[in-house]
């Protein structure tokens, strides 16, 4: 029997409920937490607007980005393309996104707007006039089209479109997927790795890219062509590669794509190479062979004249700084442009006059955009606290989305003191909250080395009062906390609901330089639970508003994976624990998790490094626990497989120890429908409430 109880109630009733009562209650969908005032309900935090993808007119006069909306009764987020002049002026929506309309793009000449949208019953390339009125279908393929760039002569668009590789026509694709779905057999073979991508299984499927050749109406015309005709090779990437894996020259002669081609191995390798191929079709060049290690964000110059890249330095080592790549266009006369950086860049453009590069990287809990030379490779920093995305720069106006824990993205143009925001989404919703300002610390860590965290005092915090504490663990382990705005461990869920928050950037963190980040590898559950204990120790010592004898410890994916070491290693400070999609036995996930490669986090396979792998799996000390734990998981995880969590459960359930399960079916790593998210975190809030109550 399941129960749909009041928020109020339910927090009374798992205050005393014995065990056999907590497991069956059931999550009540819609139902919202009220914080504190000025604090930011779980509900508004899911409504709000989320801005991304910004994209210059090419006379850098207008900005087209990307707002995502929340439908909250069909529980699922919704896209829009708005305008804004960069002059200044009230942004708009445009009346092409009514039936949905994501991936804006502007053609050469800034006449007419290219988007992604489903109105016809599958993802296709769309067109409209730069007011963005009226909307004309350009492609109807038999299979979805992933992503795509337009031509710059404007008269064809380079299409992403997942095919089986034997298949010599769209249709071929389409039919086989029909008759797979008709078939009342449900036996699948497979023959090797990847399995399963995320949160699906493997089917097949391609990602390539097409050349879909454009009439003098704009309209596409006959077939498109397969550039990677008979390649065993994703573009991009699978199962969330964006775009950014393929360029096309500025003369539109030629596509330049980042990939793998390693066929069986390609599973326990993270290699990839730039390829070279010609719109008209021929054979791939290979432009990074002798790179062991991944090269990607390939991007030409304005000019046409040379192209950039980011590689990285060696191959399988997560958190591997890149170095930032310069050649001629056909990618002769590679160099290193900067190879002292002690940073690692994750994205990259041009500027629109072609003398200097754009990079965003991770830099002591932010996320910067850096300028650097393209002739000498000096870099500088455009960006101070936040984090910047989406950077794109033309007609000498530069522009990008930047967010903070104070607030969720906005469009900027401009940077430093000249920083300028042209849009002012969730201004109501922002205005009614008085959200606490993240005091930064750092102590000694690991090897005396300093560590950097944040604190969080909850809202309305009065002098002399003293509150209940949630630590969030980062997972990863190499994805740091950054000062961003985040939609799944959102601090202010937390301080809103009257905890004060502390949050640590471990050993292992990007950002702090590739020794920091490298001093995790082989060492999960030992240096980071240093870092974590020091760091509570230091954030007690300086804020003795927090009362430290009324704390939860929270965290997911590997932060999960340390709360349950935590449970068995460092249970003394805690009243709760939370684990969401949490490892409990180190060697079985790294041989189900979908990504082959991820051993060498332990240095090598389980069967050869089994002592350093029980040395660091968490449910080799399960006879250690004490503390209640709260678990949650969902069915389409593969990342770390639902099979964790109930390993986790099962043996808190044995020892007799307070826990409860929730188990959310239809959703992956992540909480992402908005309903979902609402009961998940709310299940998160009672818990923490319950232990955390004053006696």
């Known amino acids: 029997m ?73 529980n699922r987020g919704v896209n829009a393309l708005w305008l804004v002049d960069v002059a200044g002026g009230v942004p708009r929506r ?17 006449s007419t707007i290219y988007f992604l949208s489903s109105r016809g019953g599958s993802n296709q390339v769309w067109r409209a006039d730069a007011d963005g009125m009226s909307a ?54 497979y023959d090797r790795l990847p399995l399963r991508q995320f949160d699906r299984w493997n089917d097949g499927r391609r990602q390539h890219l097409f050349l879909q050749p454009l009439n003098g109406s704009g309209l596409a015309d006959g077939p498109p062509n397969d550039l990677m005709a008979g390649v065993d090779a994703d573009v991009p990437s699978q199962p969330q590669g964006t775009e950014d894996a393929f360029v096309v ?3 539109g002669r030629a596509i330049v794509y980042s990939t793998q081609t390693q066929g069986a191995g390609e599973a326990f390798t993270n290699n990839a190479d730039l390829f070279r191929v010609a719109v008209e079709g021929g054979p791939a060049i290979n432009l990074t062979d002798d790179n062991a290690a991944p090269d990607f964000a390939p991007a030409f110059s304005p000019d046409g004249r040379r192209l950039a890249w980011l590689a990285g330095r060696r191959e399988n080592v997560g958190g591997d700084q890149a170095r930032l790549m310069i050649a001629e266009a056909d990618g002769s006369n590679a160099r290193v442009l900067v190879d002292d950086w002690d940073r690692g860049p ?51 106006v530069l522009v990008y989305a930047h967010d903070s824990f104070a607030a969720p993205a906005q469009i900027l143009t401009g940077t430093g003191d000249a920083a ?31 560590v950097h965290g944040w604190v969080f005092q909850p809202v309305g915090h009065r002098d002399g009062q003293t509150h209940p504490a949630v630590y969030l663990i980062h997972g990863g382990p190499k994805s740091p906390w950054t000062e961003s705005w985040s939609y799944r461990w959102n601090p202010h869920t937390y301080t809103s609901a009257g905890y004060a928050v502390v949050m ?3 050993h292992g963190s990007p950002g702090y330089g590739q020794a920091f980040t490298d001093a995790i590898n082989d060492h999960w559950g030992d240096r980071p639970l240093e870092d974590l204990q020091k760091g509570w120790e230091a954030a007690l010592a300086a804020n003795p508003w927090i009362d430290g004898d009324r704390a939860c410890a929270l965290g997911a994916s590997y932060g999960g994976y340390m709360v349950n070491m935590i449970a068995g290693k460092w249970n003394g400070p805690w009243d709760c624990l939370v684990n969401h999609a949490g490892v409990f036995d180190v060697p079985q996930l790294m041989n189900a998790m979908d990504i082959g490669n991820f051993i060498w986090e332990f240095g090598g396979p389980s069967w050869e490094r089994m002592e350093l792998y029980r040395r660091f799996s968490p449910g080799d000390f399960v006879s250690d626990w004490e503390k209640p734990m709260l678990v949650l998981h969902g069915s389409r995880d593969f990342r770390v497989p639902l099979e964790q969590g109930l390993a986790t459960f099962s043996a808190l359930q044995r020892e007799g120890i307070p826990s409860r399960f929730v ?27 319950r232990w955390t109550a004053e006696p």
């Open 346 to 396: 994750g994205s990259l453009t041009w500027s629109s006059d072609g003398r200097n590069l754009l990079a965003t990287a991770s830099d002591e809990g932010q996320n910067r955009l850096f300028r650097i030379d393209a002739r000498t490779g000096e870099v500088s920093p455009l960006t101070g606290r936040g984090a910047a995305s989406g950077v794109e720069s033309r007609a000498g």
């Open 249 to 251: 020259s500025p003369d």
């Open 420 to 450: 300028r925001a042209l849009t002012a989404h969730n201004a109501e919703a922002l205005g009614a909250l008085a959200l606490p300002d993240a005091q930064a610390f750092t102590f000694a860590g690991w090897n005396g080395e300093p």
């Open 504 to 506: 640590v950037n471990f």
């Open 2 to 74: 399941h129960f749909r109880l009041s928020t109020a109630f339910f927090a009374l009733a798992l205050a005393a409920a014995p065990a056999v009562t907590l497991a069956q209650a059931a999550s009540p969908s819609g139902v919202d937490v009220q914080p504190v005032p000025g604090g930011l309900s779980l509900r508004a935090l899911a409504m709000m607007e989320r801005v991304s993808d910004p994209r210059l007119s090419p006379d850098g006069r207008q900005v087209l980005y990307s707002v995502r909306t929340t439908d909250w009764e069909g």
């Open 136 to 189: 004309v279908q350009l492609t109807r393929l038999p299979v979805d089209v992933g992503a795509f760039r337009v031509s710059p002569s404007g008269d064809a668009l380079i299409l992403s479109l997942p095919v089986f590789v034997d298949c010599e026509t769209l249709q071929c694709t389409r039919d086989r997927i029909e008759a797979e779905a008709r078939t009342p057999e449900t036996v699948a073979g």
């Open 94 to 110: 445009l009346a092409i996104s009514d039936g949905g309309a994501s991936s804006g793009r502007w053609s050469a000449d800034g």
């Open 663 to 689: 188990h959310v079916p239809d959703e992956n790593h992540w909480i992402l429908k908005p309903r979902n998210w609402v009961d998940w975190q709310r299940e998160i809030l009672d818990w923490t409430a």
